[in-house]
């Protein structure tokens, strides 16, 4: 073989070796090119779920905040017109405790309820003696009907008539706009063992109290319906 085959040979063998290079690197550049696509798009896919979570939890916030808001306007709402509704109800008392100073205009009939009242509290206590407290104005009338009252409770309880002591510390007067940011008491009695332990408060107002305590559902019921729960 002379120089010029060996030459040829070896020309061959270069670009042989130089076009398996350029197929070697064609190789690693579109596997690289692949990859890094793959890198890439699951780059982006994994920031589109960033950005959807963050969507999504943005939205649950504020789906969250508008249920709060709406509650807090339903509650205030409710009380609004729960004040309302008490309003009126309160408004009814206070025109009832006017009404309770006209009880004692005629005095005839107040006298007379003045004994059942003074009765009434006898049979609750049932002591053999009692201190009875009443209004500084109702003294007279008070102590024109102890006998007659003492004689029914006795005959009511077949017992010996009770003793009656009236206190000489007095119920507050009638309410009027000299003291209508005192103590008032719109008429009634008053009665006490002697020891003080027992007590019953049968005053007007004690009365309408525990009536008005007592109708208030149905009160509130004529008033604004059936409310549901």
């Known amino acids: 073989m002379n120089d010029s085959d060996v030459s040829k040979q070896i020309q061959q063998m270069v670009r042989f070796i130089r076009q398996e290079a350029e197929e070697k690197a064609n190789e690693i550049s579109v596997s690289a090119e692949e990859e890094f696509n793959i890198e890439k798009l699951q780059l982006v896919e994994a920031e589109k779920k960033k950005i959807r979570q963050e969507y999504e939890r943005k939205e649950k916030q504020v789906e969250v905040r508008k249920k709060i808001e709406y509650s807090m306007q339903l509650n205030a709402s409710r009380i609004k017109v729960l004040q309302a509704q008490d309003d009126l109800v309160n408004s009814m008392k206070e025109n009832a405790s006017k009404e309770l100073l006209s009880v004692g205009s005629s005095q005839n009939n107040y006298k007379n309820l003045l004994k059942n009242l003074i009765v009434q509290s006898l049979l609750r206590l049932k002591e053999p003696s009692v201190l009875l407290r009443c209004r500084k104005e109702d003294v007279q009338l008070v102590e024109s009907v102890l006998d007659s009252a003492k004689e029914e409770y006795a005959e009511k ?35 006490a063992s002697r020891d003080g332990k027992i007590v019953f408060e049968n005053t007007l107002d004690a009365r309408l109290d525990v009536v008005f305590r007592k109708k208030l559902p149905e009160i509130r019921k004529s008033l604004f319906g059936q409310i549901s729960a």
């Open 157 to 191: 309880a077949q017992v010996h008539q009770p003793e009656i002591v009236v206190d000489k510390i007095y119920l507050p007067p009638a309410p009027s706009k000299k003291n209508e940011h005192d103590r008032y008491c719109s008429g009634g009695v008053v009665l």
